[in-house]
């Protein structure tokens, strides 16, 4: 566990949820943190919510609780462009890192950072999902709506979840972070299905837009030392930013992962350029009046999302692709997070009719994990 | 409550603890006071042997205008201001909207009656209509500490919460400036204005007073030939071409591709939203056989004009 780890202020626990495992092993390792126990979330939820500032009131509370839905869900993508056929478990929500450009600030309607304790029914809904594609390799993870190591040091999940995967050879199962909590992870045997990827920018882009994430170096030597264990690693490259010195900015990095990383350990990597719905943008400029990244050129995409304008976008991804095969990465499978089919062509020379064959490109063959 | 009949000096009017509304237009009921007399009389509490008013500041107007006198007033017997407050809120809530000042003004009180921020926006905001959170009551104070005049103007012009929730941001001197700027455009485009120059100020890192001081925008402000609209909407376009630069010179540089080009009026070629997915379309009119023809003959002679042809390039990156 890092020094720089997160402990949040105020720690709640919903009743129903106190008896269970995951429950009494996070009440462990926050036992020097008052906890207060709650019937019902919702009136603290609606609480935080008036607050002047929701997000930054949401990351200073843990709150643990029972997920009543369902853990599992195909990746939402976005309509329009091409899909990448990937399952998100829910297992926690929100995180305590603060990027200025995170859809988390308006697409959640609990600003809390939650975590969902009653592991039997995701163990059971998990089987059930699997089990009903045991004849087809898939990828799931569960770093979509909340940072998959974050929290780590607290709830010690990624064992729980590499060692469930370890066994079931035809998912590969990813764990996507911007920290360094990588302890629990050295700490276990690596299954050959398992993959933990970082989000990585640009050295100037992380630290003036990633708040409270560690730097790019240490991401990497994270990544070296997870790899050197055993694992496959991946990254994204997601948001790509349009910026004065955006080229040295991901050549450098590209160039620094290339050398601490052997490139057949790479599982893949992803490009998404900066892309937000309209209504972000009031959000950010409150909570981030020093960013400027959303005051580039900006259309209105297909799925009525802003983002770049696709002569800025096809720039940053032939350059950047161009680094990344210079640099040795000539074999990593390449893919973009809500593209278009013309953009994939002009890219990468490949002819995506749709998410299945994005699924074809980064599966790994079954039995080979 | 007890009606008695008072003189206007008994009211202290310069206490305006209960009041909410300062704009309105009289007539109407300066006329049916005038024909038929004052059928609901005001409200009134004691504080230290003198009356306050609760409700009827256009009453008070009206009697004040027409030197009416006695004024007979209805004393509601309650020490506590919040509750006269909220008799005159709940009184006027029963038959009326409020509008944007007149909401700020009841925000702008309430927080001074209740100390407990997160319960003035749970049970008050919502009557207000206003969603119940703590940066729209900081909205809404911010609204009603505006100098009188720029309420003025807010009031007289029906400035949309939009665009007034960006004007509230700029300092005095600026609003001298964006106010009589703006006031001629309609809502959507008075914000369209607001978030361009906020947005350049931001990216640019120069103060609005600095970019309205341009020489290309002072000089469309100071032509004499131009009306109000006019000088309005080219500082508009103006703006938004500065907003966004690249996007501009393509759309004007298709634009003159396609003038070159010298399509017929009847024939039209259009582009996606900003070549987003890279498809064109050509719609062409004709009434017969042989305007068909000459349709279909003046297209086939574009595949080997040039002008035509470097429409369908992509634009230049960066």
Known sequence: MDKDSFYPQRVFITKDSEPLPLTQRILKNLHHLPVEGIQNPQDLIEDIKMSRDPVAEGKKCLLVTLQKGSFVKSCPCTPQYIGCNYFIINSDLNCPLDCSYCILQLYLDNPLITVHTNSEKL????????????????RIGTGELGDSLALDHITERSKDFIRYFSARSHAQFELKTKTININNILGIKPPGNAVIAWSLNSHQMAQMEEVGTP??????????????????????????IYYQGWEEGYAEVIDDMMMRIDPKKIAWISLGSLRFPPALKSVIMKRFPQTKIIYEEFIEGKDGKLRYPKPIRLWLYERIVEFLRKAGGKKIPLYFCMESRDVWQEI??????????????LALPLGES | MNLKQISLDDIDLKDERFRFSYHYDLRRLLLSIKKIGLVNPPV?????????????????????????????????????????????????LAHRDFNLLERAEIVCRLKGFIEDEKRLVKEYLPLLGIPPTLPYLDLYVKISQLEPSWKKVIFEKKISLASVGLLIEFGASELELLVPLILPLSHNKQKQILDDLIQISRKEEISLKKILEAERIQSVLQSEKLSSLQKAERVRILLRKERHPSLSAWKESFEASLKRARLSKEVILGSSSFFENGEFSVTFSLKDKEEFSKRLARLQKLISDEDFISLFKRPPDG
């Open chain 1, 123 to 138: 163990w059971n809904q998990l089987d059930n999902f699997l089990n009903k594609r045991r004849n087809r390799s898939l």
């Open chain 1, 215 to 240: 730097d790019i170096y240490k991401r990497l030597e994270a990544a070296r030392l997870v790899s050197r264990a055993g694992y496959r690693v991946a990254f994204h490259f997601d948001p790509v």
């Open chain 1, 348 to 361: 990468l020379e490949i002819k995506i009719r749709g998410k299945e064959d994005v699924q074809k490109l």
């Open chain 2, 44 to 92: 009134v509490v004691n504080r230290d042997h003198r009356f306050i008013l609760v409700t009827g500041w256009k009453r008070i107007c009206v009697y004040l205008e027409l030197s009416l006198t006695p004024l007979p007033v209805f004393i509601l017997e309650q020490d506590d201001d919040l509750r006269a407050f909220l008799f005159s809120l709940y009184e006027n």
